[in-house]
């Protein structure tokens, strides 16, 4: 059993598509994130949900919007895609206050 | 966020044991240390974290300076499989502060 999965693991798509990618923990946490990690390679996290509320918003664009409809999942939708937002997107998991976070496989968008 | 510093690579023969340094001189008294590591083409698994004694795991062992300053990542006897980034992260433990904020890290080469 997958721990963190997240669909689709890639995702081809021309600019001003709009785009979802979602996620799923089966491990019981209460907090899930996502990150993005560019052609550079550095990963910088983006969002943040505790128990179905925002807890962080790193100044993403407002063309990025996070859903989370439980604890369980948490969907990234992106409007109006473009050049710049080709890059790996990791979702991830933990729980508050212990422990360490778990992360997916990732997905690869790119965006022509 | 207080910040890490790690030598951008690092090169090992295989079977032998290694050391992956990590300086964090701003760190503060409730930030643990966790290390994580990205093989390619995956997302980024955890290592190892502790708070300011030493630490062991089927993975790795963590070494934390008497002062907190820095700390050291060690891989018994590393093998092909360990070829990855390694990086060294600062987590605080208050609530909307559990992020990771990843550096550059350390690209670990082993060598046959």
């Known amino acids: 059993d997958t721990a963190v999965s997240q669909t689709p693991k890639y995702l081809v798509t021309q600019m001003g598509n709009d785009k979802s990618i979602k996620c799923e923990q089966n491990l019981g946490h209460d907090t899930m994130y996502w990150y993005k990690q560019d052609s550079k390679k550095f990963l910088k996290i983006m969002f943040s949900y505790n128990n179905k509320e925002l807890i962080i918003n790193e100044t993403v664009p407002n063309r990025f919007s996070p859903k989370s409809p439980d604890k369980a999942h948490l969907n990234l939708h992106i409007n109006s895609l473009e050049l710049g937002d080709s890059a790996v997107y990791f979702c991830a998991s933990s729980q508050r206050g212990r422990g360490h976070a778990f992360f997916g496989q990732g997905t690869r968008l790119t965006v022509v | 966020d207080a910040k890490t510093t790690q030598p951008n690579s690092m090169e090992s023969n295989e079977e032998e044991p290694v050391h992956l340094p990590c300086n964090h001189s701003?760190?503060?008294?409730?930030?643990?240390i966790h290390w994580y590591r990205q093989l390619p083409s995956q997302g980024p698994e955890y290592v190892i974290h502790g708070l300011t004694s030493n630490v062991n795991n089927r993975m790795a062992s963590l070494a934390i300076a008497e002062d907190r300053k820095s700390s050291t990542l060690i891989l018994h006897r590393a093998t092909l499989r360990d070829a990855a980034v390694y990086y060294c992260i600062l987590r605080g433990n208050n609530f909307g502060n559990e992020k990771l904020t990843f550096g550059t890290g350390t690209r670990l080469t082993i060598i046959p």
């Open positions: 701003t760190i503060s008294g409730t930030d643990y």
